[in-house]
């Protein structure tokens, strides 16, 4: 039996009103997991927050689950946050950084000439989220944008970790210290020298960790609160980079970082 054009419509339209109305229970059953993500929600509780039926409920968190939205302890019977939103959430934050510092970057590769990087925090990683070329003709491009490396290693990720709290640079130091051996084999001993080496000095200055004759100088960036957000690293030739060229470049970076937060920095 052919419905009428008119009963077809109007069963497709309940149809995707139903579909949109899924849509706002999980991204309601995701806030709520939110707002208790430290400690966990049972299922019987997230029914009842989000006024579903729990047979509703299981089956939204099952799907939610699947797509790696929601993770669930089989043990505690608990729900909490699933490693998907934290990729999401993290990619949100690495554009923002980097719309952010944008014309910082370009400052400082106009008055050094050479390549200028944005790093930030990853897990024990660091990651790479921008790039600006200077006019030197020899690019020191240590780097590509989305590129990982240890937390620990070179300029910019020897920032990130100094600035951390002993007990997390341990962790991460040990977490990452098999990874430091494809590195020039390089130890814990020697990242914790450098970690000494960016807190007595105010940066941090690598070589040849990545391109044998290119050496590197960081400093750290951070927000209204005094968080360490992100680091700025100025890469060159060994050449380029003898005792009074790194203080120029050490001046440079402290100048422009400071000026971000002032009026027309």
Request: positive net charge.
């Amino acid at each position: 039996m052919t419905l009428p054009n008119h009963l077809n419509q109007e069963a497709s339209q309940n149809k995707s009103q139903r579909g949109v109305q899924s849509i706002h229970r999980a991204i309601g059953l995701l806030r709520i997991v939110v707002a208790h993500n430290e400690r966990g929600i049972s299922l019987a509780a997230l029914a009842r927050e989000c006024d579903l039926h729990v047979a509703t409920a299981r089956r939204m968190l099952g799907a939610l689950e699947a797509e790696g939205l929601l993770a669930h302890d089989p043990a505690t019977k608990l729900y909490h946050l699933g490693i998907e939103l934290f990729y999401f959430g993290a990619a949100a934050h690495q554009f923002q950084v980097r719309d952010r510092y944008r014309h910082t970057l370009e400052r400082i590769a106009r008055r050094t000439e050479d390549t200028v990087f944005l790093s930030i925090r990853s897990g024990n990683d660091s990651l790479v989220i921008d790039r600006v070329e200077g006019a030197f003709p020899i690019r020191t491009l240590t780097h590509e944008v989305g590129q990982r490396s240890p937390l620990g290693i070179g300029a910019g990720s020897t920032v990130l970790l100094a600035t951390m709290p002993d007990k997390k640079v341990r962790a991460v130091i040990q977490a990452n210290q098999r990874r430091y051996l494809n590195y020039k084999n390089s130890t814990p001993e020697q990242v914790w020298q450098s970690v000494n080496h960016y807190r007595q000095f105010g940066h941090s200055l690598t070589g040849g960790v990545f391109i044998p004759e290119a050496v590197a100088m960081a400093r750290a960036v951070h927000d209204a609160s005094g968080e360490v957000v992100a680091a700025i690293s100025v890469a060159a030739i060994r050449q380029r980079m003898g005792p009074e060229r790194r203080e120029e470049i050490a001046a440079i970076l402290q100048q422009e970082i400071e000026a971000i937060d002032k009026p027309n920095g």
